[in-house]
């Protein structure tokens, strides 16, 4: 079963909230990814988004483009995440990992191909964040048909009809974005998400995680308790900026994050 | 994304409305100064001793250039669908300045993006927008150029979704972007079809335009697309020559089908996918990606192109101010510089019309510096 299935059964089986942390692949450098992975997953996170890191991320604020940009000096590619991804699995680290990516990489990459080696490296899901579902059906079918989940994203502005034919296309959870616009941290929560996750709950079953601006414990809660889980990017992203190649003291910050969003 | 299936429904709909259609004509006219002139350039076709040189003039049109004319079309549609905020990007500041004008006109709210080079390059147009009350904000990111602009002024919209309107400057984006731009320029081919039936009796031989992300050009060659015997040309910049980072040519080597800010269209991208730095003297030409119906229309074999470089373009910046009187925008001179170099080939008879997009005041203190005036 795909490990992104398996880490949400338990969850509700417990009748915890998951917690998901997003970082920049190659931030300072792979090999330090590879340690913030594993630290993550001793302390609990329950899924790790890894941003593959492109020249142009349209959808992301000031804080994940400089992390990108540090990522690419570092010489970071597709390739290279992937690699560390299939590393990573023969150290037995287990922790479910989700891509999160511009098409052009995948594109460039071959998308068949692509699925392919996602699957084979060991990555759970795929979240594709410039591909529109017109576009993106057959692309989020092939990966589907990998055995990788595409993860799809819904936005506050995402009318109820548009809301229908995404989660028909979505495997694993459904990313709900928790405000308009890009990502980045922000110190108000919006406060339609409730009402925006039960119109979701009518059309799937899949698990919600909510994110978008989380920066700390009390919003990671608040958001976590309207959906499934809550996920933390910027935030962290910033630490690793300051602490990157320290993952304890990265770990650090995430630890009280993740227990709040668990008491 | 759902708003962009919005403005496509709307704008749908407006296209088939004829008070919609009126107004736009009405303020082309009577605020834009359209129509522009089809204007026999006779020195420029002696000097050069070839095929018959037509201008088709809109560096004529109130700010100076063809942007205008999608800016009108634009903010139309954005008042019809009740927005008030406007944003948009520039690279070389004319589509700015265009947006802030109209922007002025209709009393909204406007804010453009530009990349820090590009406001240092066309600082002339970077004052005329604040003049026009807009705001202009500095793109810090990457090569500090138009790619930027655009994903910042895409930022800002997915943020102010609600309120405001992107108007793009060119015939990019995701859909229905680069159909409407193109729809909105299609004015320039239809108005120089007509001029050159009545002044010449048939249809041109050849047409030829700069392409940047191909507003212009699409604009021009639209409305001769089923002209079978028109041979359509598009000129890209080609910087400092076809090497990785040094050119913005999409066509000439580096480039590949890929996609950028929701486009899928030929992109400059190295073999991982990363977009590739551009250069071109021209701030309105250094941009990484085509409007897909060129990618299109060229693999289709309808449209030609080719490019030239820093110095064939500012050649012919000074050539066409001295020999015709009018200084181009230094997007517009790729394509004369082009007109140059094959004017004598395509022989006497021949018949070609050079978009002539913008006039040149925002590029004179770039150009005075580079050819030390
Ligand atoms: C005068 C002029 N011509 C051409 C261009 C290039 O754009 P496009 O290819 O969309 O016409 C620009 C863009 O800034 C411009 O200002």
């Known amino acids: 079963m795909n490990r992104i299935d ?50 142009d991320p349209l959808a992301d604020g000031v804080v994940n483009q400089l992390a990108a940009e540090r990522a690419l000096k570092s010489g970071t590619t597709l390739r290279g995440v992937l690699d560390l991804v299939r590393n990573l699995r023969r150290q037995g680290c287990e922790i479910p990992i989700v891509f999160y990516i511009y098409f052009n990489l995948v594109h460039r990459y071959g998308v068949k191909n692509f699925a392919k080696e996602a699957c084979r490296a060991g990555v759970d899901g795929v979240l594709t964040l410039d591909l529109p579902p017109e576009e993106g059906a057959a692309f989020q079918q092939t990966l589907t048909k990998a055995g990788v989940h595409p993860i799809v994203l819904i936005a506050p502005t995402t009318p109820t009809n548009r809301i229908r034919t995404l989660v028909k296309q979505a495997g694993g959870f459904i990313y709900y974005i928790s405000r308009e616009g890009v990502t980045g941290m922000q110190s108000k929560v919006a406060t339609t998400i409730r009402d925006r996750v039960a119109v979701i709950r009518q059309y799937s079953k899949l698990p919600v995680a909510i994110g978008f601006g989380i920066s700390n414990p009390k919003q990671a809660r608040a958001v976590a308790m309207d959906g499934d889980a809550c996920v933390v990017g910027s935030a962290i992203v910033n630490q690793i900026a300051q602490n990157g190649r320290d993952a304890k003291k990265v770990a650090r910050f995430v630890a009280p994050l993740i227990k709040e969003v668990k008491r | 994304m759902a708003p962009l299936q919005e403005l496509a429904k709307e704008y749908a709909k407006a296209r088939r409305d004829k008070k919609f259609r009126q107004q736009v004509a009405y303020y082309l006219r009577e605020y834009v100064g359209r129509p522009t002139p089809l204007y026999f350039a006779e020195r420029l076709t002696r000097e050069l001793g070839g095929a018959k040189i037509y201008l088709k003039r809109e560096d004529l049109l109130h700010t100076g250039a063809h942007k205008i004319n999608n800016a009108v079309g634009q903010i139309l549609l954005a008042k019809r669908m009740g927005k008030s905020r406007i944003i948009a990007e520039t690279g070389a500041g004319q589509h700015g300045v265009a947006t802030a004008t109209v922007a002025a006109m209709f009393g909204m709210e406007c804010v453009i993006y530009m990349g820090e080079v590009d406001m240092a390059r066309q600082a002339l147009n970077v004052y005329r927008m604040r003049l026009l009350g807009a705001e202009v904000r500095a793109v810090t990111a990457g090569q500090r150029t138009l790619k930027e ?3 910042e002024a895409m930022r800002d919209w997915v943020t102010n979704i609600r309120h405001t309107h992107y108007i793009i400057g060119s015939v990019l984006g ?50 001769f697309l089923k002209d079978k015997g028109v041979r359509m040309v598009g000129v890209e910049g080609g910087g400092r020559g076809i090497k990785p980072g040094d050119h913005a040519a999409r066509f000439q080597k580096g480039g590949s089908l890929g996609v950028l800010q929701g486009t899928r269209t030929f992109v400059l991208q190295d073999e991982d996918g990363q977009i590739m730095l551009t250069h071109s003297v021209s701030a309105g030409l250094d941009y990484a990606a085509i409007g897909p119906e060129h990618s299109y229309l060229r693999d289709a074999g309808r449209i030609e192109y080719s490019y030239a470089t820093d110095p064939d373009a500012l050649a012919a910046f000074q050539y066409c101010a001295r020999v015709e009187g009018i200084i181009p925008a ?21 018949i070609v019309i050079a978009n002539m997009s913008g006039r040149g005041d925002k590029d004179v203190m770039q150009a005075a510096e580079l050819m030390k005036l």
Request: proline share 4%.
């Open chain 2, 330 to 350: 230094l997007e517009s001179a790729h394509a004369i510089a082009w007109v140059q170099k094959h004017a004598k080939k395509l022989g006497r008879d021949a």
């Open chain 1, 6 to 55: 398996q880490k949400f059964r338990a969850l509700r089986t417990l009748g915890k909230k998951g917690f998901v942390a997003y970082i920049a692949a190659g931030d300072p450098n792979l090999k330090q990814t590879g340690a913030l992975a594993r630290e993550f997953e001793r302390i609990g996170v329950d899924v790790l988004e890894l941003g593959v890191p492109f020249s």
């Open chain 2, 174 to 223: 995701a859909h229905p972007y680069p159909v409407m731009v193109r729809d909105f320029q299609a004015v320039i081919g239809r108005e120089a079809r007509r001029q050159i039936l009545k002044h010449e009796k048939r249809l041109p031989d050849v047409l030829v335009a700069c392409v940047g992300g191909g507003s212009n050009s699409i604009g021009l060659f639209h409305a």
């Open chain 2, 149 to 151: 602009a655009i994903s």
